[in-house]
T-cell receptor, first 110, second 114 residues
Framework: QKEVEQNSGPLSVPEGAIASLNCTYS??????FFWYRQYSGKSPELIMS????GDKEDGRFTAQLNKASQYVSLLIRDSQPSDSATYLC??????????FGRGTSLIVHP | SAVISQKPSRDICQRGTSLTIQCQVD?????MFWYRQQPGQSLTLIAT?????????ESGFVIDKFPISRPNLTFSTLTVSNMSPEDSSIYLC???????????FGQGTRLTVV
């Protein structure tokens, strides 16, 4: 049984700060790692994907992957109130069926 | 990326009735999934919709309650049968892109059973 663990939060950060979201996973065979953002009442939307160890940056977002530690994180720089949402860590394997974490609620306050 | 049209976007239904949710994709995709998201919870996989054969259901979900059709590589339906208030959830259609990596989601169907 694949497991994806996230702290449910809420994580509260002030506007302009760095928000750090973390995720661990159980399946060492996992190959694909994603972060989705879900606003209340809306469907999840893909914001970052990462497949190899290290950092991947896209605008204010940086995904970090450490396969040896089975750990993936998402950093959001210069956090904005519009970033307030639930962030879902999603893991994929060879025969891809997405496994979702429970999500971390992020609150960015002015 | 794949563009997914899911409908209806919301519905209020009487207990004991059934609702069919449709999912249309703008391109052929190999893998399609149906998820449920109960209030305050993460997504739970109901089943994998298989083209031309019976869906593969996850533990706790059965075909009699959630019959699924997938007549081709761009379309699937999920029926929620004999509904009860416990079925009130958001139901999401999802597909995996051509590269077999990212997942994409329909807009979701917000179902309320009264």
């Amino acid at each position: 049984q694949k497991e994806v663990e996230q702290n449910s939060g809420p994580l509260s950060v002030p506007e302009g700060a760095i928000a750090s979201l973390n995720c661990t996973y159980s399946d060492r065979g996992s190959q694909s790692f994603f972060w989705y953002r879900q606003y209340s009442g809306k469907s999840p939307e893909l914001i970052m994907s990462i497949y190899s160890n290290g950092d991947k940056e896209d605008g204010r977002f940086t995904a970090q992957l450490n396969k040896a530690s089975q750990y993936v994180s998402l950093l959001i720089r210069d956090s904005q109130p519009s970033d307030s949402a639930t962030y879902l860590c999603v893991i994929g394997g060879g025969s891809y069926i997405p496994t979702f974490g429970r999500g971390t609620s992020l609150i960015v306050h002015p | 990326s794949a563009v997914i049209s899911q409908k209806p976007s919301r519905d209020i239904c009487q207990r004991g009735t059934s609702l069919t949710i449709q999912c249309q994709v703008d391109s052929q995709v190999t893998m399609m999934f149906w998820y449920r998201q109960q209030p305050g919870q993460s997504l739970t996989l109901i089943a994998t919709a298989n083209q031309g054969s019976e869906a593969t259901y996850e533990s706790g979900f059965v075909i009699d309650k959630f019959p699924i059709s997938r007549p081709n590589l761009t379309f699937s339906t999920l029926t929620v049968s004999n509904m009860s208030p416990e079925d009130s959830s958001i139901y999401l259609c999802s597909v995996v892109g051509q590269s077999n990596t990212e997942a994409f989601f329909g807009q979701g169907t917000r179902l309320t059973v009264v």
